[in-house]
Structures are given as C-alpha cells and as structure tokens.
C-alpha cells in the first residue's frame, strides 16, 4: 500500500466492501486488512445489529495493543487473562459469597447448604458432632445461590466443592432443639451437614458458622446466614 496515497474513508453503506478471496502479500489468511497512521484501520458501523462480526475455528479475532472500549462489553465465554486486571470503576459481581474449592470425602452427602469440618487427609467432611472446632465453612450453592468468587478453581477435579468462606449463603439448620432467630449464632450440630443455635457460648468458642439471617422457629430447613467463621 502507498502510504501517500489518500484513502477515503467509508461513511456511507453503499461504499461498503464485501471480498470473497484475498490475494497479494498475505496470501489467503487475511480478508480484509486495513492499516492507519492516526485514526481507525478499520472502521465498521450498524443501525441495525452488529456493526462488526467475526468468527473463526480458534480465534474470532486477535489483537497486539491496546484495546478501548467506550459501551458495554457482554462475554458469553469464559476470559482468560495472562497479565494483571486493573479496574478503575467498582466490580460488581452477582453470587452472594466468597468460597474456595475443596476436596471432599464424600461429595454424594456434601449437597449444596451442607456444613463442612476438616478430615484427618487435609480435605472436608460433612459435620455431624455438635460445637466442632474443626468446622470450614459451608457448601455453597443452596437456595438459588451461587458463588461470586471460586478460587482454587480445577475444572477436571470431580471431588471437590466450592466452601463458602464468607458472605451470605443458605445453610442447612436444625431447629428442633432450639429455635433460632435472626442474629443468632449458628454452629455445628450431631445433625450432619447442619447447624443449629450456639446456645452454650463457652463451647462455641472457635466453631461458629456465622449469623442467621432469617428465623427458624422449629424443624430443620434452609436458613439464608452471614458466614462469619470464629
């Protein structure tokens, strides 16, 4: 291309270009190519739809630069990131807690909302002694909820579940004992995979859950909690 060359820039839809086969420099890897010194090598708009569409058996499109985009950007897909995120604005985010992927003995009993303790092997278990100072957390996922952040995430690892750390989550509890109110503190119980009221503060002591959030006047059930491990 000559770079002294006045190129007109195209504002109108009858100046569009539809190329079938490209030739020259680059043989057949490149449809379109457009190069700019100041201002836009390629410019595309739409009052339709879509002003630019590309799609591609590896890649839709590749980009060696800095990359501005002044709307919205809606991903599908997954975004793998090889170099740092920096966010100048707030990050907001649709789950309710902060968990973390653990693996555990036996994932057919460790259903979303269940309380979980430590094993001997470094792992979790589904709780079933009351006040365990070796409570973790619980699984996340129940009552229609779903994790904001996941980390030590391992797509291919089957016997693992995502522990809500922090954050709001829905339990399973266990109010048969003793009813439990909002602001109560929950704790394990001989119930596996429950928590119930810490009525005995001394004892709770290192194995509590966090908060309840909402009232279980009797029975067992769902309860949305404030995670708050201590």
Not at 208 to 217: D, E, F, S, Y
Request: proline share 4%.
């Amino acid at each position: 291309m000559d770079k002294n060359k006045t190129v007109a820039h195209v504002v109108t839809p009858e100046g569009a270009v539809q190329v079938f086969r490209a030739a020259g420099e680059f043989g057949d890897k490149v449809a379109v190519a457009g190069f700019s010194v100041s201002n836009f090598g390629v410019f595309a708009s739409s009052e339709q739809g879509v002003g630019l569409s590309a799609t591609g058996p590896v890649a839709a499109a590749a980009f060696e630069g800095n990359v501005t985009i002044s709307g919205a950007c809606d991903v599908a897909g997954n975004i793998h990131m090889k170099g740092n995120l920096v966010v100048a604005g707030d990050i907001q985010l649709s789950g309710a807690d902060y968990a973390e992927d653990f693996d555990v003995s036996d994932c057919a009993g460790a259903e979303p909302g269940s309380v979980m303790v430590l094993d001997n092997t470094g792992g979790l278990r589904v709780s079933d002694l009351a006040y365990d100072p070796r409570v973790a957390g619980v699984v996340s996922g129940a009552g229609g909820c779903k994790p904001a952040v996941i980390l030590d995430r391992h797509d291919v690892d089957t016997d693992r579940r995502p522990l809500a750390l922090m954050g709001k989550v829905y339990c399973w509890v266990d109010a048969s004992t003793d009813a439990v109110e909002v602001g109560d503190l929950l704790t394990t119980s001989s119930t596996p995979g429950h928590a119930m009221k810490a009525a005995n503060r001394s004892r709770a002591f290192g194995a509590v859950i966090g908060k309840a959030l909402r009232p279980l006047p009797a029975g067992r059930g769902l309860v949305p909690i404030l995670v708050a491990l201590q």
